[in-house]
């Protein structure tokens, strides 16, 4: 069996998916068209976000178990990864493909708890298999290093 | 006899050179993905879609791709199970409660020879199943209009978390969460944009697999990240898988009960595998009484739900098909690349384009043939594979999810998108709230509000259109029904323990 926690989790979660239902209720108002149609653009989502805040009510008054949160060290560790992540969408366009996977995949190698050794020469290996199966096999252009058009 | 000229064609089209590659490719693939740990048969076909539409293949062999992946899964989930006591992917689940045992008597060879036949015999059945009810149920949507499917979404989604368990109204929650994101975007009648607020990216739509890779993929690895799997080998000498054909006889009676149950569990519309195996597992242990020695390695207890959960696997793809309302996870995925691809499932796809289904089941025959050949002399190769380290396969994954994503539309945008949808998946799993819901709401909403519509049209705005005829109170009541079931199922599950 899974451990169960306490339900804070699942009663925070119930306040925010009521504010989303609200909200789309409030915003759907918005949506009409000049059309003469029968039903407009914003009555599929006032539908959906009846139950949506009914439900989260029941989740407020009646929460069920959540798995247990992670702990800070683990918690650390799955930010640095977004980060890293974020970073790599960020850096790829302007950067090009080769040097921003290069520098992710490598410290993303070493985060899942890889040493240096092993990090370098599988993240260069998994850079360029993946630059040479989408630029060579696939046929999909990924970004180049600016100044590198070949 | 029209029926063996439908399979006749379809054979001709899977047995095409590029198709009987592409079906092999997604059977290793599928046996290697279902084997590794984390990384299912949901997470498996979602990583493999971008690159699909990368490959620019046909419809007819993407899905004989994607399919082969799919049974490759159900195939492989038990390696994992078996030698490690991990579940390669959920439906694995009940194999690992004698699959172990017979692994640590060093029977190891034997349980996977075994659950090889197993597996087979029940995806056949479920294939054959496939060939002779999709189309009736296809002759019988045909009727259909837009008020009938519009109650046909609300049976899928009422189903959902009726059968496969947990809090219901965590999966209701998440399949509302679903249904109002599918509504992000220019509305395609009005084209007035909705919850954009002034994004211009989100314009066309949260695009599905971004959203899905994000949802399975990268969770996955925010889950890996919070504990460290290392210090998990496959010690024990494997012997020969060639026995477990043996024992496979033996076990006759339990693989064939498990395979009709199992298809049976994987037709009902929300459902799937996992289910099929718990069910399987569960009546084989009954069955058996006290002859079996389940729990300590009965042959029977790993026969039955590797064979259940082949079969629902098959099942599963009948809703999806015949109607275009998945089954399971998977078959939502696969919905998703043939709704991509701009081909609708339903009755009309098996009248417009009948070499694709039918050309998809003879692979799917095939596929099976290849996955025993795969499973039973060459099972050794895959369960090396259990040895490679996560701090290889994690990132793996992340670096095909980018790149495939990046490369769907050449935008960084999706990519912060996934890693959203990547947060929000890792957040609702860890709230036990299911993201399977949220995925099918994403991906049938904007069908399931175009039918309310073309339903509230014909008849200038009356609402009782929705429940005006026999079809759709059928619909229903079949659902009410389903969910009491789903219900009272759970309730004698609790009262059991």
Redesign the interface.
């Given at each position: 069996m899974?451990e169960g926690v306490g339900a804070v989790?699942?009663r925070i979660?119930g306040v925010v998916?009521l504010l989303?239902a609200v909200v789309?209720w409030w915003?759907?108002h918005d949506?009409?068209?000049s059309?003469g149609?029968?039903?407009?653009?914003g009555?599929?989502?006032r539908?959906?976000?009846v139950?949506?805040g009914l439900?989260?009510l029941?989740?407020i008054a009646?929460p069920?178990?959540?798995?247990r949160?992670?702990e800070r060290s683990?918690l650390l560790?799955?930010l640095s990864?977004?980060v890293l992540?974020?970073v790599?969408?960020?850096l790829?366009?302007p950067l090009g493909?080769l040097p921003t996977?290069l520098l992710t995949?490598t410290l993303?190698?070493r985060?899942?708890?890889?040493s240096w050794r092993?990090?370098l020469p599988?993240?260069l290996l998994?850079?360029l298999g993946?630059y040479l199966l989408?630029e060579f096999a696939?046929g999909?252009p990924?970004?180049d290093m600016p100044g590198m058009n070949w | 006899m029209e029926l063996l000229a439908f399979l006749a064609q379809g054979f001709a089209v899977a047995l095409e050179p590029q198709h009987l590659f592409l079906a092999l490719v997604g059977c290793a693939l599928g046996t290697l993905i279902g084997a590794l740990p984390g990384l299912g048969p949901v997470n498996g076909v979602a990583l493999m879609i971008p690159l699909t539409f990368n490959f620019s293949l046909s419809a007819t062999a993407a899905l004989i791709l994607l399919v082969s992946i799919y049974y490759g899964c159900m195939y492989g989930g038990r390696i994992s199970s078996i030698l490690l006591n991990i579940p390669g992917d959920e439906p694995a689940m009940m194999t690992t409660l004698d699959g172990f045992p017979m692994a640590q008597q060093g029977r190891g060879g034997e349980a996977l020879g075994l659950t090889g036949v197993a597996s087979f015999v029940g995806a056949l059945v479920s294939t054959v199943g496939l060939v002779l009810f999709a189309p009736v149920l296809v002759n019988f949507a045909i009727r259909f209009g837009p008020a009938e499917y519009f109650a046909l979404f609300v049976l899928a989604f009422a189903t959902i978390g009726g059968v496969t368990g947990g809090h219901l109204a965590k999966s209701f929650l998440a399949a509302c969460l679903g249904l109002l994101l599918g509504t992000v975007g220019i509305d395609a009648v009005s084209s007035v944009p909705r919850y954009t607020f002034g994004w211009y990216e989100l314009y066309d739509g949260i695009d599905f697999i971004v959203a899905l890779v994000g949802l399975f993929a990268i969770s996955e690895c925010l889950v890996f990240l919070e504990d460290s799997h290392q210090g998990r080998k496959p010690t024990m000498t494997l012997g020969s898988a060639l026995p477990g054909v043996r024992t496979a006889w033996r076990c006759r009676g339990s693989i064939g009960r498990s395979s009709v149950l199992g298809f049976i569990a994987g037709v009902l519309p929300g459902a799937g595998a996992a289910l099929g195996s718990f069910l399987s597992y569960t009546l084989e242990r009954r069955w058996q009484g006290a002859r079996g020695d389940f729990g300590n390695g009965d042959p029977h207890g790993v026969a039955a739900p590797e064979a259940g959960n082949n079969a629902a696997a098959g099942g599963a793809l009948i809703p999806m098909l015949s109607l275009g309302i998945p089954g399971s996870g998977t078959t939502a995925i696969l919905l998703a690349l043939l709704l991509s691809m701009n081909i609708t499932p339903g009755p009309l796809l098996f009248e417009n384009q009948p070499e694709l289904v039918w050309g998809l089941v003879a692979a799917l025959f095939i596929g099976n043939l290849m996955l025993l050949a795969l499973n039973i002399p060459l099972v050794g190769l895959f369960a090396r594979v259990l040895r490679a380290p996560g701090w290889f396969l994690m990132p793996m994954v992340v670096m095909v999810a980018f790149v495939g994503v990046y490369s769907l539309g050449n935008s960084a945008f999706d990519l912060y998108l996934m890693l959203a949808f990547g947060v929000l998946g890792y957040v609702l799993r860890k709230l036990e709230i299911p993201t399977v819901p949220v995925v099918l709401g994403l991906l049938l909403g904007g069908q399931m509000e175009y039918n309310l519509r073309r339903a509230m049209s014909i008849s200038g705005g009356d609402w009782s259109i929705i429940w005006n005829s026999g079809i759709s109170v059928g619909i229903y009541l079949f659902a009410i029904a389903l969910l009491l079931g789903g219900l009272l199922f759970h309730w004698l599950m609790k009262r059991r323990r």
């Open positions: 899974k989790g699942d979660t998916l989303v789309a915003l759907s949506y009409t068209s059309f149609q029968t039903i407009g653009p009555a599929f989502p539908l959906v976000s139950p949506l439900l989260s029941y989740l009646r069920g178990v959540n798995q949160w992670p683990a560790r799955q990864l977004l992540l974020m790599y969408a960020g790829i366009q493909f996977a995949v993303v190698i985060l899942f708890g890889a092993q990090a599988f993240g998994l850079t993946l989408f696939l999909m990924l970004p | -």
